[in-house]
């Protein structure tokens, strides 16, 4: 009896077993080649009350759970349609790979898969526990009733600073939601620039966007960057108040430097510096911006402020009409604090040559102004080959090394 109960439930167990291996499962992620152009994209396949839902990434475009459709599951072949990109993707299985063809747009391309998701290496971001202080805080917007949350990171004092006061700086970042770590793409920009200023001496102050993370209220929806910097203003209020720091500066990236130029025109800020920071207005910048990447992807760049404007007012989004009307020029001209601009000349966002010449040309003549272009970086500040948004996944550097001493040494000596 024993034995017959033991052969029935081995049955039982490789019928299991069959019926588990009948689709297959997991992630797996792969290469497409585009037009020159490396793309990851990964697939999930999860089973999900007896069947398989399956959803698309596509990380170097920043795209998260696409649904996909299935044609066709098999232990050994897929057929998958994502309609909302039109594409499709036929595979089989074979030596552990999933080998098969992509097709978009009447456009067919090879792709192979491996089962795992891609490990990226981030080396420069920091790990706990650091060698320095950290203390969560928050700060409010009344006017817009917003609260921020953010961390304030104290710097590792040196024998030469004693007792000394030090410098703080705001970290206010780009446009769209952004942690206070101003995270893409597994990079985390912020983080690592504050561990390598409180590794020297400079505390700063960075903070979760409005609605994000643990920050709390304040319309997104219909925000622009003025209220965005009402926020930041806030951060700067908030730092004064404490009565710890000898100097309030800010530190802002793309759209966070015409925020720190703000502030500045609004004597906020004892110091700014603009990380990629507008310096023209905005339907120039933008379109400027899509033609530089038109260029680069073998497009016509046929881009123009008209063609921009009318494309932003079929969107009707708030933050762009905002933006695309906002000329930098005066707040510029009214900084009177010390400034320190700077961007990399294959910057495909915020055009170097365009913007950070008009930023040199505007700002008013100090002595304590730095206005500096870097060679071969891009957008985030990473040393790259193109420059365009498609590589900063891929590059394991989150910002130059170059960049950060320029910046320390930049405070230190005000």
Known sequence: ???????????????LAAKAQTVLTG??????????TSLTLVFHFEEVNGSVKTTMDSPDQSAKGIPCTNEYLSVDSVAIKVDMINATYRARLKDGKLTGTFTQMGMSFPLVLKEGAEVLNRPQTPAKPYPYRTEEVTFKNEADGATLAGTLTYPIKTPIMKDLPVP???MVTGSGQENRDEEIYDHKPFLVIADYLARRGIATLRYDDRATGASTGGDVKN???EDFMRDAAAGMDFLRRMNTFSKVGCLGHSEGGSIAFMLATRKKADFIISLAGPGVKGDTL???????ILKLSGMPAEMTTEKYRQQAEVQQVPWMRWFIDYDPSDDIRQAQCPVFALNGNLDRQVVSSLNLAAIKRLLPASDKNLVKEYPSLNH???HCSTGLPTEYRQIEETISTEVLSDIVAWINGL
């Open 380 to 382: 985030l500040f990473q």
């Open 27 to 36: 992630t797996w992620s792969g290469k497409l080649d585009v037009m020159g």
């Open 223 to 225: 925000a622009t960057t």
């Open 286 to 292: 933008l379109a400027e911006q899509a033609n530089q």
């Open 168 to 170: 703080v700086v705001l």
């Open 1 to 15: 009896m024993k034995k017959r109960f033991f052969i029935s439930c081995l049955i039982a167990l490789v019928a």
